[in-house]
T-cell receptor, first 114, second 116 residues
C-alpha cells in the first residue's frame, strides 16, 4: 500500500519567494494533518482537515501561511512570502476517522529559506 | 491544554540491553490514546506502539512494551534486547478520545543512542 506522499523532499529557496508543499494522503483516510518540526518548538500542529474541510487552523503561524485540500487525494501548504524563520521540516499525516487509529506520516519536506 | 513531557533529552544503551524512556502527560480527559513514534535519521515518523487509556493491560509489540500508569499520567517505553537499528529520536504523543480523529500532542523527544 502506498503511504502518505509528500513533495518535494527538500526545498531551498530565497527569502520572499513563494513555497508550495504538497501532500497525497492514504486513500480512504478522511483526516489530514500538517505538522511542523523545529529544534526549538518540536512537532506542532499547523492545521488539519476532515473530509477536505479545515477543522482547526489555529496553529498556522501567520497570514503568510495557507493550506488547501481541494479533494480527498491532495493538499497543499503554501508560504508567501517565505522568511528564514520558516525553515523547518513539514510533515503531512493522514488517518481514518474512527477508533485508536494512528496517524500515518509522510517523509516530510525539509524547507530551508536563505 | 494538554501537554506531554519527556524529561530525558538523551539516553544511551548497550546493544542487547534494556532501556526505558520516560513520558508524562497532563490532561483532564478520562479517555484518550497514547503513542510512541520513532524518528530515525531518515526523518520518517514510525509508529512503535499505542495504548488506549481505557485498557488496563499494557501494550506490547515484540521487543517494545509500555508501562502505562493512568493515575500517575505516566507512559514509559521499554525497549528490550536493544539493537543498533533502535537508535533514533523517540516521541511520546497523546490525543483525546473524541468522535473522529484529533491532532497529536507531542513531547520534545528523547534521542536514543545504541552502543555496540
Amino acid at each position: 500500500d502506498a503511504g502518505v506522499i509528500q513533495s518535494p523532499r527538500h526545498e531551498v529557496t530565497e527569502m520572499g519567494q513563494e513555497v508550495t508543499l504538497r501532500c497525497k494522503p492514504i486513500s480512504g483516510h478522511d483526516y489530514l494533518f500538517w505538522y511542523r518540526q523545529t529544534m526549538m518548538r518540536g512537532l506542532e500542529l499547523l492545521i488539519y482537515f476532515n473530509n477536505n474541510v479545515p477543522i482547526d487552523d489555529s496553529g498556522m503561524p501567520e497570514d503568510r501561511f495557507s493550506a488547501k485540500m481541494p479533494n480527498a487525494s491532495f493538499s497543499t501548504l503554501k508560504i508567501q512570502p517565505s522568511e528564514p524563520r520558516d525553515s523547518a521540516v513539514y510533515f503531512c499525516a493522514s488517518s481514518p476517522s474512527a477508533g485508536p487509529q494512528p496517524q500515518h506520516f509522510g517523509d516530510g519536506t525539509r524547507l530551508s529559506i536563505l | 491544554a494538554q501537554t506531554v513531557t519527556q524529561s530525558q533529552p538523551e539516553m544511551s544503551v548497550q546493544e542487547a540491553e534494556t532501556v526505558t524512556l520516560s513520558c508524562t502527560y497532563d490532561t483532564s480527559e478520562s479517555d484518550y490514546y497514547l503513542f510512541w513514534y520513532k524518528q530515525p535519521p531518515s526523518r520518517q515518523m514510525i509508529l512503535v506502539i499505542r495504548q488506549e487509556a481505557y485498557k488496563q493491560q499494557n501494550a506490547t509489540e515484540n521487543r517494545f512494551s509500555v508501562n502505562f500508569q493512568k493515575a500517575a499520567k505516566s507512559f514509559s517505553l521499554k525497549i528490550s534486547d536493544s539493537q543498533l537499528g533502535d537508535a533514533a529520536m523517540y516521541f511520546c504523543a497523546y490525543r483525546p478520545l473524541h468522535s473522529g480523529n484529533t491532532p497529536l500532542v507531542f513531547g520534545k523527544g528523547t534521542r536514543l543512542s545504541v552502543i555496540a
